[in-house]
């Protein structure tokens, strides 16, 4: 299990995760108003929430890992001061045009519906959920058994899950839209085609039905 820093200086130094992570921020970005309330749901060591709270966003953040939370407490200290990142409990007492989660965030829950109703009391009226999510189809994932041998599993019914140290469970899209209805619909998953196997997120977007 990573500790907050690990966590933390391992995402700030890995080339394609800082890709992966500024075309997140961008998609965010790039379909909210100025002046939107986020909230960063899994927000891990804050690094997404403090960008969204330089663009003018204020951000509240969920985090329910203590080592996690603290080094965000760290990160984004100045934030915190002036109230553009505001912490918040599991409860999500918060009114929000935009619920982020990025880096997986899902995939360590097991069922989605209970949180896609708690969401659609946090979510404003037109606003979305985008989260990234690991690719179940990653054809970058076939060498190694845990896939190969879960494969039938995820055509047959749509998820599959193996021990882990964290619990990780991978969701085909059609998963996901089921569980969100009928609070939320799936507006658009990418990528799309041959992407599908070579990219190793799906970033998915759900907008409040």
Not at 75 to 97: F, H, K, M, Q, T
Request: charged share 20%; hydrophobic share 45%.
């Amino acid at each position: 299990m990573h500790t907050g820093e690990q966590y933390h200086q391992f995402f700030l130094s890995s080339r394609r995760d800082l890709a992966v992570r500024d075309r997140f921020q961008q998609a965010v970005l790039g379909r909210v108003a100025k002046g939107a309330e986020l909230l960063d749901f899994g927000a891990g060591t804050g690094i997404d929430a403090k960008a969204y709270a330089s663009n003018n966003h204020r951000t509240y953040v969920y985090e329910p890992s203590p080592s996690m939370r603290a080094h965000l407490e760290v990160y984004c200290r100045d934030e915190i001061a002036n109230g553009s990142v505001i912490g918040i409990d599991a409860d999500l007492p918060c009114r929000v045009d935009a619920v982020v989660a990025n880096f997986a965030v899902l995939n360590h829950i097991a069922d989605h519906a209970p949180l896609f109703a708690q969401l659609h009391a946090v979510v404003k009226p037109g606003g979305f959920v985008f989260a990234s999510l690991l690719n179940p189809y990653f054809l970058g994932d076939a060498k190694y058994g845990w896939w190969r041998k879960n494969l039938l599993n995820l055509f047959r019914h749509g998820s599959y899950s193996f021990d882990t140290e964290s619990g990780i469970h991978r969701f085909a899209p059609r998963l996901l839209a089921r569980a969100a209805a009928p609070h939320f619909r799936l507006e658009r998953w990418l990528p799309r085609r041959l992407g599908v196997l070579t990219d190793p997120y799906l970033f998915m977007r759900f907008r409040r039905a």
